[in-house]
């Protein structure tokens, strides 16, 4: 099975700062992964699919990037909606895998 | 407006088993691959199962093959996870999810506690 990992685990930012969470896998994925977005209490929500594609609806301040077995999230200017968990999925075969999870929170 | 509705989690003890319904509305429902993913408490995302729009195809964790089936039931807008010889550590917020360039519609989650 593919093993995911992400880093860093937390990440203390401040609004207005340029955010990157990266995400490796344990073979490639070709673009086969998408990036959620989880507050407390609350369902995960799509963001990116396809390693760079923007879901409908998400703010163009997101954006992801890569190929292959590593990938990154990018906030480009950090709001105080986006202080939340972040998750990276691969879906390459019909056995999925998240990564653990980026929280980011206030500096 | 798309809609997915879990219900039947609750208190259960070892060893016992449950079934999980999502009401699925506002969209085909046979037009899509549907799954399920869990949450324990205060954790991480975990993929549990994925089943092909007919149901002819079905994919699981490994950690619950054996003892967790997925199904569906198009003429009723329905997907199901019946769980069984459930363990501590099947605690959790339940999920359906649908397949749609990923996962792009949750519903709000049940809860299953196992526990004796």
């Known amino acids: 099975d593919i093993q995911m990992t992400q880093s860093p685990s937390t990440l203390s930012a401040s609004v207005g700062d340029r955010v990157i969470i990266t995400c490796r896998a344990s073979q490639s994925l070709d673009s086969w992964l998408a990036w959620y977005q989880q507050k407390p209490g609350k369902a995960p929500k799509l963001l990116i699919y396809?390693?760079?594609s923007l879901e409908s609806g998400v703010p163009s301040r997101f954006s992801g990037s890569g190929s292959g077995t590593e990938f990154t999230l990018t906030i480009s200017s950090l709001q105080p909606d986006d202080f939340a968990t972040y998750y990276c999925?691969?879906?390459?075969?019909?056995?999925?895998?998240f990564g653990p999870g980026t929280t980011v929170d206030i500096k | 407006e798309v809609q997915l509705v879990e219900s039947g989690g609750g208190l259960v003890q070892p060893g016992g088993s449950l079934r999980l319904s999502c009401a699925a509305s506002g969209f085909t429902l046979s037009n899509y691959w549907m799954g399920w993913v869990r949450q324990a408490p205060g954790k991480g995302l975990e993929w549990v199962a994925n089943?092909?729009?007919?149901?002819?195809?079905?994919y699981y964790v490994d950690s619950v093959k054996g003892r967790f089936t997925i199904s569906r039931d198009n003429t009723e807008n329905s997907v199901f996870l019946q769980m069984s010889s459930l363990r501590d550590a099947d605690t959790a917020t339940y999920y359906c999810?649908?397949?749609?360039?990923?996962?792009?519609?949750w519903g709000q989650g049940t809860l299953v506690t196992v526990s004796s």
């Open positions: 089943i092909k729009k007919d149901g002819s195809e079905k």
């Open positions: 999810v649908r397949y749609n360039n990923c996962y792009d519609n």
């Open positions: 999925q691969q879906y390459k075969s019909w056995v999925f895998t």
């Open positions: 396809k390693a760079s």
